[in-house]
Antibody, heavy 120, light 112 residues
Framework: EVQLLESGGGLVQPGGSLRLSCAAS????????MTWVRQAPGKGLEWVSA????????YYADSVKGRFTISRDISKNTLFLQMNSLRAEDTAVYYC??????????????WGQGTTVTVS | QSVLTQPPSVSGAPGQRVTISCTGT?????????VHWYQQLPGKAPKLLIY???NRPSGVPDRFSGSKSGTSASLAITGLQAEDEADYYC????????????FGGGTKLTVL
């Protein structure tokens, strides 16, 4: 079964750091683009970052550029989001999601359950 | 302010047909990028409902359909059921600046 399991969320002070993990099973990360999407309390979905299947291309929303870094460990089939210089407005549920293709932008067909980040 | 524009809410009675619009721009829909639709039930992760403008993943009922024309897209739900009450989001790719994935602001569907 294809699954994503996020972890690493928690409570952190403004200016602090967290690293989110997303363990994938049932498929290989190197075959698909992967994204992070967040949802602030009571708000809509916001795209945060993406990495292509090859790992060569990484993309960031302007709101997190220079503060967040997306990466992956193919040997562990795990996606990461390193979040530095955290702000109150980064408070959200963070989802990792699998794209239908290795290039991205073909639809996110598998989502994790989400991990909550609170900056306060 | 979301790049893709959706109505905040729509409603319909059981059995009726409702549509949710999603308006884009020249840098996303107008550049021929596809639209995808997601359903988010309360307290749950989003679920892919429609991909590539009008394709349903396995398991999605054919009551759900999508279309796209120019810089506009829409999701149609026929035979409305109580369990369809959820938030719906459109999503695409935008090639402005360095490129990014973009979502609509979401539409809350209420089944009366």
């Amino acid at each position: 079964e294809v699954q994503l399991l996020e972890s690493g969320g928690g409570l952190v002070q403004p200016g602090g750091s967290l690293r989110l993990s997303c363990a994938a099973s049932g498929f290989t990360l190197s075959s698909y683009a992967m994204t992070w999407v967040r949802q602030a309390p009571g708000k809509g979905l916001e795209w945060v970052s993406a990495i292509s299947g090859s790992g060569m291309s990484k993309y960031y929303a302007d709101s997190v550029k220079g503060r967040f870094t997306i990466s992956r460990d193919i040997s562990k089939n795990t996606l990461f989001l390193q979040m530095n210089s955290l702000r109150a407005e980064d408070t959200a549920v963070y989802y990792c999601a699998k794209d239908r293709s290795q290039w991205g932008a073909y639809g996110l067909d598998v989502w994790g359950q989400g991990t909550t980040v609170t900056v306060s | 302010q979301s790049v893709l524009t959706q109505p905040p809410s729509v409603s319909g009675a059981p059995g009726q047909r409702v549509t949710i619009s999603c308006t884009g721009t020249s840098s996303n829909f107008g550049s021929n990028y596809d639209v995808h639709w997601y359903q988010q039930l309360p307290g749950k992760a989003p679920k892919l409902l429609i991909y590539g403008n009008n394709n349903r993943p396995s398991g999605v009922p054919d009551r759900f359909s999508g279309s796209k024309s120019g810089t506009s897209a829409s999701l149609a739900i026929t035979g409305l059921q109580a369990e369809d009450e959820a938030d719906y989001y459109c999503q695409s790719y935008d090639n402005s600046l360095s490129g990014s994935w973009v979502f609509g602001g979401g539409t809350k569907l209420t089944v009366l």
